[in-house]
Protein backbone atom coordinates (compact mmCIF):
# COMPACT_ATOMS: atom_id res chain seq x y z
CA UNK A 1 0.00 0.00 0.00
CA UNK A 2 1.35 3.30 -0.98
CA UNK A 3 1.07 5.92 1.55
CA UNK A 4 -0.93 8.65 0.52
CA UNK A 5 0.42 11.39 3.44
CA UNK A 6 3.57 11.62 1.41
CA UNK A 7 5.48 13.12 -1.40
CA UNK A 8 7.00 10.43 -3.68
CA UNK A 9 10.20 10.92 -5.33
CA UNK A 10 10.65 8.63 -8.03
CA UNK A 11 14.38 9.50 -9.75
CA UNK A 12 17.20 7.72 -11.79
CA UNK A 13 18.63 5.35 -9.20
CA UNK A 14 22.06 4.70 -11.54
CA UNK A 15 22.87 8.50 -11.47
CA UNK A 16 25.34 9.82 -9.03
CA UNK A 17 23.95 13.46 -9.61
CA UNK A 18 20.27 11.87 -8.98
CA UNK A 19 21.37 10.63 -5.83
CA UNK A 20 23.64 13.37 -4.58
CA UNK A 21 19.89 15.38 -4.82
CA UNK A 22 18.38 12.34 -3.29
CA UNK A 23 20.90 12.85 -0.26
CA UNK A 24 20.25 16.44 -0.05
CA UNK A 25 15.86 16.10 0.20
CA UNK A 26 16.66 13.59 2.88
CA UNK A 27 19.44 16.08 4.75
CA UNK A 28 16.54 19.22 4.21
CA UNK A 29 13.24 16.83 5.12
CA UNK A 30 12.32 18.28 8.30
CA UNK A 31 8.82 17.60 8.50
CA UNK A 32 9.59 13.67 7.31
CA UNK A 33 7.51 14.34 4.26
CA UNK A 34 9.22 12.24 1.18
CA UNK A 35 10.12 8.66 0.10
CA UNK A 36 12.09 7.95 -2.57
CA UNK A 37 12.38 4.98 -5.34
CA UNK A 38 14.50 4.80 -8.32
CA UNK A 39 12.79 4.56 -12.10
CA UNK A 40 14.44 1.01 -12.32
CA UNK A 41 12.84 -0.13 -9.04
CA UNK A 42 9.75 -2.28 -9.35
CA UNK A 43 7.77 0.55 -7.82
CA UNK A 44 9.08 2.54 -10.68
CA UNK A 45 8.34 0.50 -13.02
CA UNK A 46 4.97 0.72 -11.84
CA UNK A 47 4.37 4.01 -11.79
CA UNK A 48 5.49 4.53 -15.14
CA UNK A 49 3.67 1.68 -16.99
CA UNK A 50 0.13 3.09 -14.76
CA UNK A 51 0.48 6.71 -16.53
CA UNK A 52 1.65 5.05 -20.06
CA UNK A 53 5.42 6.19 -19.69
CA UNK A 54 8.42 4.87 -21.21
CA UNK A 55 9.70 2.43 -18.72
CA UNK A 56 13.22 2.26 -20.13
CA UNK A 57 14.00 6.52 -20.24
CA UNK A 58 15.05 7.58 -16.45
CA UNK A 59 15.71 11.70 -17.36
CA UNK A 60 13.19 12.88 -15.55
CA UNK A 61 12.82 13.61 -11.84
CA UNK A 62 9.11 12.62 -10.90
CA UNK A 63 7.24 14.17 -7.84
CA UNK A 64 4.03 12.02 -6.99
CA UNK A 65 1.44 13.11 -4.18
CA UNK A 66 -0.72 9.74 -4.57
CA UNK A 67 -3.95 10.10 -5.21
CA UNK A 68 -3.67 13.63 -5.84
CA UNK A 69 -0.85 14.52 -8.46
CA UNK A 70 2.31 13.92 -10.05
CA UNK A 71 4.69 16.66 -11.63
CA UNK A 72 7.61 16.46 -13.82
CA UNK A 73 11.42 17.77 -14.91
CA UNK A 74 11.11 21.75 -13.50
CA UNK A 75 7.55 21.29 -11.86
CA UNK A 76 8.74 19.11 -9.38
CA UNK A 77 12.30 20.47 -8.46
CA UNK A 78 10.62 23.80 -7.61
CA UNK A 79 7.36 22.25 -5.42
CA UNK A 80 10.30 20.03 -3.87
CA UNK A 81 11.53 23.05 -3.19
CA UNK A 82 8.02 24.72 -1.81
CA UNK A 83 7.41 21.67 0.22
CA UNK A 84 11.10 21.77 2.23
CA UNK A 85 10.23 25.55 2.50
CA UNK A 86 12.77 27.65 4.46
CA UNK A 87 15.24 29.74 2.13
CA UNK A 88 14.52 26.93 -0.41
CA UNK A 89 11.18 28.18 -1.03
CA UNK A 90 12.00 31.29 -3.16
CA UNK A 91 13.09 28.70 -5.58
CA UNK A 92 9.52 27.77 -6.08
CA UNK A 93 9.10 31.46 -7.16
CA UNK A 94 10.92 30.85 -10.49
CA UNK A 95 7.36 28.50 -11.62
CA UNK A 96 5.79 32.02 -12.50
CA UNK A 97 8.56 31.54 -15.65
CA UNK A 98 6.76 29.56 -18.34
CA UNK A 99 7.66 26.12 -18.60
CA UNK A 100 9.31 26.61 -22.47
CA UNK A 101 12.20 28.36 -20.67
CA UNK A 102 12.89 26.26 -17.30
CA UNK A 103 12.53 22.75 -18.97
CA UNK A 104 15.18 22.97 -21.80
CA UNK A 105 17.54 24.07 -18.86
CA UNK A 106 16.19 20.92 -17.21
CA UNK A 107 16.65 19.22 -20.11
CA UNK A 108 20.26 20.27 -20.76
CA UNK A 109 20.77 19.15 -17.20
CA UNK A 110 19.96 15.99 -17.60
CA UNK A 111 21.48 15.20 -20.50
CA UNK A 112 24.87 15.78 -18.77
CA UNK A 113 24.07 14.74 -15.17
CA UNK A 114 25.80 11.78 -15.79
CA UNK A 115 29.33 13.91 -16.09
CA UNK A 116 28.22 16.62 -12.94
CA UNK A 117 28.87 13.95 -10.28
CA UNK A 118 30.55 10.82 -9.23
CA UNK A 119 29.14 7.67 -9.45
CA UNK A 120 30.18 6.85 -5.39
CA UNK A 121 27.37 4.74 -4.04
CA UNK A 122 25.12 6.40 -1.01
CA UNK A 123 25.04 3.49 2.12
CA UNK A 124 21.49 5.54 3.95
CA UNK A 125 21.29 4.98 7.45
CA UNK A 126 18.47 2.45 8.72
CA UNK A 127 15.97 5.22 9.73
CA UNK A 128 16.66 6.33 6.21
CA UNK A 129 15.96 3.32 4.66
CA UNK A 130 12.45 3.35 5.83
CA UNK A 131 12.24 5.81 3.07
CA UNK A 132 12.87 3.89 0.07
CA UNK A 133 10.29 1.87 -1.67
CA UNK A 134 10.96 -1.27 -3.46
Not at 50 to 66: E, M, Q, S, V
Not at 68 to 81: E, G, N, R, W
Not at 82 to 102: A, E, H, M, N, Q
Request: net charge positive; proline share 4%; charged share 20%.
Amino acid sequence: MTDTSKYHVLYDGECGFCNFWVQWILKNDNKDQFLFASLQSDFGQNFLAKRGLCPKIFTTLYLWKPETFYLTKSDAVFKIADIIGGKYKILSYLTVLPKILRNPFYDFVSKYRQNLSSQKCYLPTPNERKKFLG
